[in-house]
């Protein structure tokens, strides 16, 4: 059975850094992808950033130069480095892993890990 579990979130006052991880346990077959996503309220989930497979990464165009992300196959770890953070990061940041065999989309998701930021 598969787990994801973040943590890291935390306060931090606007322009402080948090580093967010993502454990992973268990096996997923053929990963395509493994990203953050949040949530802020009465908001819609979005994607942050995502390390799809061979390597490349994409983010959102609201944390470019601000967020890093990162992996550590060998420790089946994600890892989102956060940097001069804006009240407007505050939400809860999801961990998530994707896997498609045979065009089906099989999803993870961690519980999330809540971030804020005060101005």
């Known amino acids: 059975q598969v787990q994801l579990v973040e943590s890291g979130g935390g306060l931090v006052q606007t322009g402080g850094s948090l580093r967010l991880s993502c454990a992973r346990s268990?096996?997923?077959?053929?990963?395509?992808?493994m990203g953050w996503y949040r949530q802020a309220p009465g908001k819609q989930r979005e994607l942050v950033a995502r390390?799809?497979?061979?390597?490349?990464?994409d983010y959102a165009d609201f944390v470019k130069g601000r967020f890093t992300i990162s992996r550590d196959v060998a420790k089946n770890m994600l890892y989102l480095q956060m940097n001069s953070l804006k009240p407007d990061d505050t939400a809860v940041y999801y961990c998530?892993?994707?896997?498609?065999?045979?065009?089906?989309?099989?999803?993870?998701w961690g519980q999330g890990t809540q971030v804020t930021v005060s101005s």
């Open positions: 998530n892993m994707y896997s498609m065999y045979y065009g089906l989309r099989s999803d993870y």
């Open positions: 268990g096996s997923i077959f053929s990963i395509t992808a």
């Open positions: 390390i799809i497979t061979g390597g490349s990464t």
